[in-house]
Every structure is written in C-alpha cells, then in structure tokens.
C-alpha cells in the first residue's frame, strides 16, 4: 500500500515562528500536494509538485513556501506563522498518467497558531 | 469558474439507505471521485467514475451522468461507522482534483 507519512499529528507554534511541516512518501509518485482543510471549507490546494524542484501555486498560497529537493519529500514552510494559519493541512501524492488513480493522503497534521 | 456542490450534513438510521448527491461544473472532466473522511482523520478512496452509468461495490454504490453534471454515491445497509464526511471530486482537465466541501453523515441508532 501507498505511504503518505506527515511528520507531525499535532502542532502548536506561535506566532512569527517559522514552521516546517514534513511529507514523505514511500511509492515513487511524481505529484504531490498540499491541503488546508477548514470546517465549512473543503480542500483548499496551497501548492502542488509534478516534479523533483518543480513547485506550482495552487488556490491559496499566500504565506506559505514548499520544496521539494527529492521525489518522495515535499514540504511545507509558514514563513511566518498567523494565527489565520491555524488549520489542518493534508499531504497527498498521485501517479502520473493513470486517470482512475485518486490521490493517497497523509494522516494529517493539526496545526495550531498562538 | 469551477464548482462543486454537495449538501452540508445529512441524517440517516441504522440499516437504511442514503443517496449523497453531488453536482459539478468544471473545465472538463476526467473522472469523479468519492472518498470517505472520519472526524480528524485523513480523506480515503471508495469510488471512481469516469463513465456514465452506476458503480457498485459492496454496501456503496456510485452514479455518475456527465450531460447533467451529476453524480450520487449510495450507501447501503447503513453501519454507524459509516458516520463521516463524504467528499465529492472531480478531476479537471488539467488532471487536478477539484473538492466539493463535504457532506457530513450522521447516523442514528
């Protein structure tokens, strides 16, 4: 089975602190992605990866920076860390190519700004 | 611009039927995807569409018609672990998910 690993469940940080949330995954996927998840909300992309280096902007990245120096690593930086970022933010990873493939999700990692 | 939308909480009895409906308007369409979200936990698979017609697997079932922008996902013989957010998501023409909010299920003894 595919492994999307977070590396944090649970984060409390304060505010102006630079942040780092980690996702790693085990099955060789070109993309990958992340979510903040909202009550009432959704899914809402922050950044997604087809590629090693290759970073792309997705609906809300505003305050937030990724990189993805290696195919199975792609993280997740809160320059500066506001209370507005309190969510929970979602990895996932997909194959290219395959259209029935779905993404896989990490466990999540609920982040609190105090 | 593209849309997805699904109702916010619906409620259901142990052992009944549900239908969840979803509808969606998007720059194209390359499948649609249901996945299941217990409370703080992450999204999972249960079901893909891509052609019209019903999808059947197990207790769930999935609907899809691509003229009416429109898809249901049944579930059946209702378990109250089935408790949960069910998302509704279709990939674009750009191979990207777009996510509906999520109906949130709640079951009753």
């Known amino acids: 089975d595919v492994k999307v690993t977070q590396s944090s469940r649970y984060l409390v940080k304060r505010t102006g602190e630079k942040v780092f949330l980690e996702c790693v995954q085990d099955?060789?996927?070109?993309?990958m992605f992340w979510y903040r998840q909202d009550p009432g909300l959704g899914l809402r992309l922050i950044y997604f990866?087809?590629?090693?280096?290759?970073?792309e902007k997705g609906d809300i990245p505003e305050g937030y920076s990724v990189s993805r120096e290696k195919k199975e690593r792609f993280s997740l930086i809160l320059e500066s860390a506001s209370t507005n970022q309190t969510s929970m933010y979602l990895c996932?990873?997909?194959?290219?190519?395959?259209?029935?493939?779905?993404?896989?999700f990490g466990s999540g990692t609920r982040l609190t700004v105090v | 611009g593209q849309n997805i939308d699904q109702p916010t909480e619906m409620t259901a009895t142990e052992g009944a039927i549900v239908q969840i409906n979803c509808t969606y308007q998007?720059?194209?369409?390359?499948?649609l995807f249901w996945y299941q979200q217990h409370a703080g936990e992450a999204p999972t698979f249960l079901s893909y569409?891509?052609l019209d017609g019903l999808e059947e697997k197990g207790r769930f079932s999935s609907f899809l018609s691509r003229s009416k922008g429109y898809s249901y996902l049944l579930l059946k013989e209702l378990q109250m672990k089935d408790s949960a957010s069910y998302l509704c998501?279709?990939?674009?023409?750009?191979?990207?998910?777009?996510w509906g909010a999520g109906t949130k299920l709640i079951i009753k003894p």
């Open positions: 996932a990873s997909s194959l290219s190519g395959v259209e029935s493939y779905g993404y896989t």
């Open positions: 099955m060789d996927h070109e993309n």
């Open positions: 990866s087809y590629d090693v280096k290759m970073k």
């Open positions: 998007t720059s194209g369409f390359n499948g």
């Open positions: 569409n891509v």
């Open positions: 998501a279709v990939k674009d023409s750009n191979y990207q998910l777009i």
